[in-house]
């Protein structure tokens, strides 16, 4: 095993140094202050990547929108524990009928929107059709099962699906599901209107955005007053910034090789967890040679992942087997169904006559795809066919030849959403997998009750698994730095949502 | 000398409306769907189709660029497709930000380059000279992120003076604002300082060459009289146009050291318009960045023939 201390930058520091006694004289010019901007128990500042192109997650697919808003700003009906179990929250509770088709939700008393006006069931109809009726982005699907929501009373919902769905209950603890005002949709873009324990203050664009603590909550008040959510296109400049003393916590460390930098006595504690995140080598299963079962079993075996882990994310990860993350209740161990052996791999290629054949792995321009690319082009020409890696500008230009064209043979790319298995069932989507069997077992999942839903998806993903759909590289790890002191960070990345209403300042011990 | 002005207006506006359709068409040609980057993974083809109908992004690209062109006399940069907000007022939020940035480097750029390259020449072939030279010369290899990178080092992280990154409005904070610009302004300034400092040297050797100057000397004026009463003014010119040109070296400089440094100007604004193929932003940052290259070269010309007599009545 090798030691994962990563080397600190000490020529680079001395330099600085040398840097520092020049520039002295500007310094005294410009006076000097504190740290950085003031800190204090009354404000968490979180360090993010990618800042939201716009605040309204209904037309836009950014994942930093819901990350920022959802569960903060906005609440759904129910949501995630930090288990990952569904429990009410804007309804108090709820039943599913007896033929799994109808949900009836009695929703709490006394609760408001931002913007005064009274949450009622009318709110959750309206909230539910309008995912229908006007959101744009691709995951609004996920609500086309509703057949009817209707309010029965003011606080109470009735939801009649067309099948029973478990995946629609799913759904609606994330962003699908949140919970808007009638009268308070016109400028989502800026001037969200939501339930949340907290209200959007400000937002600089370009640098950050802060939530102020939501006076009127209907719940527990959060303990700290303000969150600044400040966003860095460069996560070198968010890890120095930590560093200087400007941010609290760094979400999801995305410099696992730095983390090093973050020592306990420099006041940092390191919290590492799990994540939805599946860095899948995706296989084009319609195209040869990766149409033939073997080739695809042949991928698989050839990969080293362990080694793979350690290039792509200085060894900070899970190997999992298939599309199921630990997380999920029905997880299995399944990295044994295609274990790395480099002489069954070259067999397997030489039985389905692919020697010489050249393999297209078209990779997102994004570090961890980028490094791991390297590792299976290198592992895979072992058996006997050739890889290209090309880099492509991500999103844009992947998401559009890669992930709507479908042009490629082999990519690497990240599947972060909760429970995404489903997503190989769809023969159009870019695997082209069209395994039947697999596709009647993730259906018959979501129609079934807990106990089949939990059997059904576990034999789904080793159906999967055996069919080598596709290679799951390793499992993104919930790297989160945080400033010695405060509590209440979830460990592992449940949900969509980065929930500030737990944290707190410990006091001084 | 008003018909010094007029031509060059003319040319000047000849020339935006050139880079206008230039922009536009060259983000016509960049791969990716702006459409399919805002709906995500899953969106399926007939809400693509409709997202792109609904911008009318489905229409003639010359239908497009007229548009949208024709907008720009009024100041109407056009709406975003991506966050449906209007282009114009973002921009000049931003560009104030990028104003002072550049403005401020471009104050240490002459602030370390007329001394050091006015003592260089006045000191030539004795060891200053050959100091400013080497330090020049790394200075002009060394890129600005890789300076503001270890400038954060060391005076943020190391020694905890300044803050990492951020900002801070000049109007809501003057001091703060400043502590928060020294870095980037030193990034940016020091490097175009070192290409200046060059420039300065070889216009004072240059003047220094003049019969003029030898005829000063002759009367009796001292070395550093010479230097000032007319190796400034002379060198001057030179200098003057070198700045104008550095003027679109600084305003891409900025694209990185904004990023370094998270400060939310134009540079900013524009690397993350590309990153969503927001592309009514794009064309609009970059217009604005190329009229102010355009309208500096155009102004430093005219201030050349103001300070120069001779190259006015050369035509």
């Known amino acids: 095993m090798r030691a994962l201390e990563p080397p600190r930058p000490h020529g680079l520091a001395t ?13 005294l010019v410009s006076g000097c202050g504190a740290p950085d901007d003031g800190g204090g128990a009354d404000q968490v500042r979180v360090g993010l990547v990618a800042e939201p192109a716009s605040l309204d997650f209904t037309s836009n697919d950014g994942a930093a929108i819901p990350q920022a808003m959802l569960s903060n700003v906005y609440e759904g009906l129910v949501e995630l524990d930090a288990e990952g179990e569904i429990r009410p929250l804007l309804a108090e509770e709820y039943e599913r009928s007896e033929d799994g088709r109808t949900y009836t939700f009695r929703l709490r008393d006394g609760v408001r929107f931002s913007d005064g006006a009274e949450f009622t069931a009318e709110d959750a109809a309206f909230s539910i059709e309008r995912v229908k009726e006007e959101w744009t982005i691709g995951l609004a699907d996920q609500m086309d099962v509703v057949e009817e929501a209707t309010a029965t009373d003011a606080h109470t919902l009735e939801v009649v699906l067309e099948r029973p769905s478990n995946g629609w209950l799913y759904a609606m603890t994330t962003r699908i599901g949140a919970m808007f005002s009638r009268t308070g949709v016109d400028r989502l873009a800026t001037d969200p209107v939501g339930t949340g324990p907290y209200t959007l203050d400000t937002w600089e664009r370009g640098d950050r955005l802060v939530l102020r603590r939501n006076p009127d909550y209907w719940g527990e008040a959060p303990q700290v007053p303000t969150v600044v959510f400040r966003y860095f296109q460069d996560p ?18 995305q410099e696992p090789e730095e983390l090093g930098s973050f020592t306990a006595d420099g006041g940092f504690r390191v919290v590492e967890g799990t994540t ?5 080598l995706a296989m084009n299963n319609d195209e040869p040679p990766l149409d033939d079962v073997r080739v695809r079993r042949a991928v698989r075996h050839a990969i080293d992942r362990e080694a793979l882990l350690e290039t792509a994310w200085a060894g900070h990860g899970t190997l999992i087997g298939s599309m199921v993350p630990p997380l999920d209740p029905w997880y ?16 397997l290629v030489e039985e389905a006559g692919a020697e010489g054949e050249t393999l297209r792995l078209r990779v997102p321009n994004l570090p961890y795809a980028v490094n791991s690319a390297q ?3 290198s592992d895979v020409e072992k058996t006997g066919m050739d890889v290209e890696i090309e880099s492509l500008e991500f999103p844009a230009r992947w998401l559009e030849e890669v992930h709507g064209a479908g042009d490629y043979d082999m990519s690497i790319i990240a599947h972060v959403e909760p429970r995404d298995l489903h997503l190989f069932a769809d023969p159009d989507y870019y695997f082209h997998y069209g395994g039947e069997k697999f596709a009647d077992l993730v259906e018959e999942a979501d129609r079934g009750s807990p106990q089949e839903q939990a059997d059904k998806t576990r034999e789904a993903a080793r159906v999967l698994s055996e069919d080598a759909a596709a290679d799951w590289l390793f499992l993104m790890p919930n790297l989160t730095v945080a400033r010695e002191g405060l509590a209440g960070l979830p460990r592992d990345q449940v949900g969509e949502a980065f929930t500030a209403k737990t944290l707190h300042w410990e006091e001084e011990g | 000398m008003i018909g010094h002005v007029l031509r060059a207006a003319g040319w000047l506006a000849a020339s935006l409306a050139l880079a206008s359709a230039a922009v536009f068409a060259c983000l016509q040609l960049l791969p990716g769907d702006p459409a399919r980057v805002a709906l995500g993974l899953n969106a399926d083809p007939a809400a693509l189709a409709e997202l792109r ?4 992004l489905d229409r003639p690209a010359a239908v497009r660029y007229l548009e949208w062109a024709g907008g720009l006399p009024r100041g109407d940069f056009g709406t975003s497709h991506v966050t449906g907000l209007e282009v114009g007022p973002q921009i000049a939020e931003r560009a104030g930000v990028t104003f002072w940035l550049v403005l401020g480097s471009l104050a240490v750029a002459v602030a370390v380059a007329l001394p050091a390259g006015t003592a260089a020449a006045a000191a030539r072939g004795r060891p200053l000279a050959g100091a400013v030279a080497v330090l020049s010369q790394v200075g002009v290899a060394v890129p600005a992120f890789l300076l503001g990178t270890l400038l954060t080092y060391a005076l943020a992280v190391r020694a905890g003076w300044l803050p990492a990154t951020g900002y801070t409005a000049l109007g809501e904070d003057p001091g703060e604002w400043a502590r928060r610009m020294v870095m980037p302004w030193l990034s ?3 490097v175009q300082g070192a290409v200046l400092t060059r420039f300065t040297r070889s216009a004072f050797l240059r003047v220094l060459g003049e019969d003029y100057v030898r005829t000063a000397r002759a009367k009796g004026v001292g070395r550093a009289g010479v230097l000032l009463r007319h190796g400034l003014p002379n060198a001057g010119v030179a200098l003057l146009t070198v700045i104008g040109l550095q003027i679109g070296t600084l305003l891409a400089g900025t694209v990185v050291v904004e990023r370094v440094f998270v400060v939310p100007g134009l540079g900013d604004l524009l690397l993350r318009g590309v990153s969503d193929r927001d592309l009514v932003l794009v064309q609009g940052v970059v217009v604005v960045m190329v009229a102010v290259v355009l309208a500096v070269s155009t102004l430093s010309d005219l201030l050349y023939k103001v300070i120069d007599p001779r190259l006015r009545s050369a035509r």
Do not use: F, K, W
Not at chain 2, 53 to 56: F, P, Q
């Open chain 1, 15 to 27: 330099t600085a140094r040398a840097l520092a006694a020049g520039t002295a004289a500007v310094l």
């Open chain 1, 236 to 253: 070198g400049a968010m890890n120095r910034t930590m560093l200087a003393g400007g941010l609290d916590v760094i979400a999801n460390m």
């Open chain 1, 276 to 280: 939805h995140g599946e860095v899948v």
């Open chain 1, 332 to 347: 299995e161990d399944l990295t044994g169904v295609h274990p790395y052996d480099p002489d069954r791999a070259r067999d």
């Open chain 1, 375 to 377: 590792v299976v082009q």
């Open chain 2, 53 to 56: 109908s609904r911008h009318g």
């Open chain 2, 188 to 190: 940016l300034g020091l």
